[in-house]
């Protein structure tokens, strides 16, 4: 499932050098206690991953419990907790955007056209840029492939999702894409509109690591060429 969030944080290691799996001075390096916690790290942009470890240290900011979709001030020491079938304490960053598709063993995308967009939106506005090639050859070296940027941001009662179009083109690249879009943390009622046109919306409690009790708010949407797709959720008092 988490192919597309992993593959991105791939390419930017490739390109940058800056790993997919990162230490916490890496991360945080004004951070003095960074130095000390070498239990857990981030996976990409938006995971913090405990490993071997009875206790964990969150960074400043608001963090979810990937396990009970609790939401924590960061900033404090938490003795690790996680249900038996999970391999250890895995928290998810306010803000983050993960992609996922549908659970495969290839990174080949010819024929993904449906991509399932986990945003947990925060009050800073948070990025993330989706990375895709053909998952096969080298053409990518040559720019053959595509990049999409997706935003989130929370202001007061309403949250905003701007999907931009995707730039770049790879061999077998779908003409199509469609979005799952799913949102953690907000009011399951209220109004949503995509583009300025009201849309429908429903309640899952299905979320990418586990059930959601407090229910998770869905739409969907298709990428339309050369244009965002705005998505504004105006949040019930």
Not at 114 to 131: G, H, M, Q, W
Not at 133 to 152: Q, S
Not at 188 to 202: H, I, Q, S, Y
């Amino acid at each position: 499932q988490l192919i597309p969030y992993i593959y991105t944080a791939a390419h930017q290691a490739s390109t940058t050098g800056y790993p997919v799996m990162r230490a916490m001075s890496l991360v945080y390096p004004e951070w003095e206690q960074a130095d000390t916690l070498l239990h857990q790290y981030m996976f990409g942009e938006f995971l913090l991953v405990g490993a071997f470890c009875q206790e964990i240290v969150l960074p400043g900011g608001r963090w979810i419990d990937a396990w009970t979709h609790k939401s924590l001030d960061g900033g404090r020491q938490l003795d690790v907790v996680y249900p038996s079938h999970a391999g250890g304490a895995l928290f998810i960053k306010g803000g983050a955007i993960i992609p996922t598709w549908a659970a495969r063993d290839s990174v080949e995308t010819s024929t993904v056209e449906d991509l399932t967009l986990n945003i947990y939106p925060a009050r800073e506005k948070s990025c993330f840029v989706l990375y895709e090639d053909d998952g096969e050859t080298n053409r990518h070296v040559n720019g053959e492939f595509a990049t999409t940027t997706i935003t989130a941001v929370r202001q007061d009662s309403r949250a905003i999702v701007t999907i931009g179009p995707r730039c770049g083109q790879f061999e077998g690249q779908t003409a199509k894409r469609r979005y799952q879009i799913k949102l953690y943390g907000l009011s399951t009622t209220g109004t949503v509109t995509l583009n300025g046109e009201p849309a429908e919306a429903t309640v899952s409690s299905e979320g990418w690591c586990g059930p959601v009790e407090s229910g998770i708010l869905c739409l969907q949407a298709d990428a339309i060429a050369d244009r965002d797709l705005q998505i504004v959720i105006q949040e019930s008092n």
